[in-house]
Antibody
Framework: QVQLVESGGGVVQPGRSLRLSCAVS????????MHWVRQAPGKGLEWVAV????????QYAESVKGRFSISRDNSKNMVQLQMDSLSAEDTAVYYC?????????????WGQGTRVIVSS | SFELTQPPSVSVSPGQAASITCSGD??????VCWYQQKPGQSPVLVIY???KRPSGIPERFSGSNSGNTATLTISGTQAMDEADYYC?????????FGGGTKLTVL
């Protein structure tokens, strides 16, 4: 059974950093694009970042560009999201999601999410 | 920037067909997918590449994409289908989600 488990969330002060991890079990990460998607309390889904199946291509939402960095380690079946210069607007549940394939046309496996609260 | 627009809410009677629209410029030149999200749960992909159903998704879920509008149709809607639905597309450089539609079955 394919499972994605996010970790690393918590309460952090504005301006500080946090690193989220997504551990994948049940299937290899290789060959699939990996995404981070967030959802602020009571709001809709907001895409954050994607990394290509081989890690060579990374794309970011404008709202996090320059502050967040996505990475992957296919040998460890793990994806990470480094989040710097956090602000209250980054408060959300962060989901790791696997692409349907190496393209960016859908996400068919999602983790349970990890909550990030940015507050002083 | 590319945007996807969905109606905030749609209501349907049990057993009837529900249609949820997603509008965006030149949308039929992009692949659209749809997610279902129930309260307190992670999203679930129900349609991808406009019309494809992932394994395990009931046949009553179908999709279409023409012109500037993509549509998710749920035929024979059941109470368990009550949820938020999001459309999503790739605009060539970023993933875009629609604002979401709350489907109420009453």
């Amino acid at each position: 059974q394919v499972q994605l488990v996010e970790s690393g969330g918590g309460v952090v002060q504005p301006g500080r950093s946090l690193r989220l991890s997504c551990a994948v079990s049940g299937i290899t990460l290789s060959g699939f694009a990996m995404h981070w998607v967030r959802q602020a309390p009571g709001k809709g889904l907001e895409w954050v970042a994607v990394i290509s199946y081989d890690g060579t291509n990374k794309q970011y939402a404008e709202s996090v560009k320059g502050r967040f960095s996505i990475s992957r380690d296919n040998s460890k079946n793990m994806v990470q999201l480094q989040m710097d210069s956090l602000s209250a607007e980054d408060t959300a549940v962060y989901y790791c999601a696997r692409g349907v394939d190496r393209n960016y046309y859908g996400m068919n496996v999602w983790g349970q999410g990890t909550r990030v609260i940015v507050s002083s | 920037s590319f945007e996807l627009t969905q109606p905030p809410s749609v209501s349907v009677s049990p057993g009837q067909a529900a249609s949820i629209t997603c509008s965006g410029d030149d949308l039929d030149n992009k692949y659209v997918c749809w997610y279902q999200q129930k309260p307190g749960q992670s999203p679930v992909l129900v349609i991808y590449q406009d019309v494809k159903r992932p394994s395990g998704i009931p046949e009553r879920f179908s999709g279409s994409n023409s012109g500037n509008t993509a549509t998710l149709t749920i035929s024979g809607t059941q109470a368990m289908d009550e949820a938020d639905y999001y459309c999503q597309a790739w605009d060539g450089s970023t993933v875009v989600f629609g604002g979401g539609t709350k489907l109420t079955v009453l």
